[in-house]
């Protein structure tokens, strides 16, 4: 057991998997999402944390199986519009590989994508399907997405006097500290043994340092960005000054912002840095970053 300095809630996707994992907190999720009973589950990519320790920069997806539904479920911290056409691919590519090809399609299992959005708290759930906005009618359900603003069902809890409806105590406790959990639980067992799993995610070393790891590879890109910037807009500004010219502040910010992504790409080379990763952080090309060995 290692001492928790600080406490990661399952806000962060690790301690979400952690927890995930066991059914009984899965259901308890999806349940008031899905808004019925859910009999069986089967989690149909269990060792998913495990696998993906060794994958830096891999995001996260869980993906279940009920009796007549596949559904993956996405934890979002950044819902923008490019994480939406992403979670739009994710549906599409699954409901393909779920359909048999034939002389006719045949259809199985329903495909069901579940985004638990933060930072997003205008809705508290909202389902989208195929619909024709010029007929007005549905196409099918055959697809169907579902968002919900976790932060708007926190927001509600504690705006109605720490009062919760049955079932979304599962919600609201994804993003609760160890204290608020503590009280929480006592209105709840599957928030009391919730709790005990994101402690012990807390004091697993794997976790913490997947967590830490995507937490300074977050930084180091703000910063990197930001330094990239900051001297392409100061080269730029002395090479537009010396040509009188607005071209040379547009070329000289552009010129110093990819002199900065080479620069730290070979300092990335040189703390022998997967070359995945690199690209991911500098946006330069894989080729590119190779011709920087030498």
Do not use: C
Request: hydrophobic content about 35%; glycine content about 6%; cysteine-free.
């Amino acid at each position: 057991m290692i001492k928790i300095t600080k406490f990661y809630t399952a806000k962060h996707e690790p301690v979400f998997m952690y927890a995930a994992v066991k059914k009984e907190f899965l259901i308890a999720i999806l349940e008031p999402i899905l808004d019925k009973k859910i009999v069986e589950l089967e989690i149909l990519n269990p060792n998913l944390i495990q696998d993906h320790y060794k994958i830096r920069g891999q995001r996260l997806d869980l993906l279940v199986k009920t009796k007549d539904e596949i559904i993956n479920v996405e934890l979002n911290t950044n819902y923008s519009e490019e994480v939406m056409i992403r979670n739009l691919h994710y549906i599409f590519k699954l409901a393909s590989e779920n359909t048999e090809r034939g002389n006719k399609y045949k259809i199985g299992y329903s495909i069901v994508q579940v985004n638990l959005n933060f930072y997003n708290s205008k809705y508290t759930r909202s389902i989208y399907t195929l619909y024709d906005k010029i007929n007005k009618i549905e196409l099918t359900d055959y697809i169907k997405i579902y968002n919900v603003g976790i932060d708007k069902y926190i927001k509600n809890y504690y705006n109605n006097g720490k009062k919760f409806t049955q079932g979304e105590e599962a919600l609201i406790m994804l993003d609760m500290d160890k204290q608020e959990l503590e009280e929480l639980s006592e209105k709840s067992d599957i928030v009391s043994d919730f709790k005990e799993e994101v402690i012990k995610a807390n004091n697993d070393k794997f976790v913490v340092e997947w967590i830490s790891r995507e937490e300074e590879q977050k930084q180091y890109e703000e910063v990197m960005y930001e330094k990239g910037l900051n001297q392409g807009k100061q080269q730029g500004l002395l090479e537009g000054i010396a040509k009188g010219k607005q071209q040379g502040l547009s070329e000289g910010i552009t010129q110093g912002i990819e002199q900065t992504k080479i620069e730290n790409a070979k300092k990335m080379l040189e703390l022998k840095m997967d070359l995945e990763t690199i690209s991911k952080v500098t946006g330069l090309s894989k080729e590119r970053i190779e011709s920087l060995r030498n």
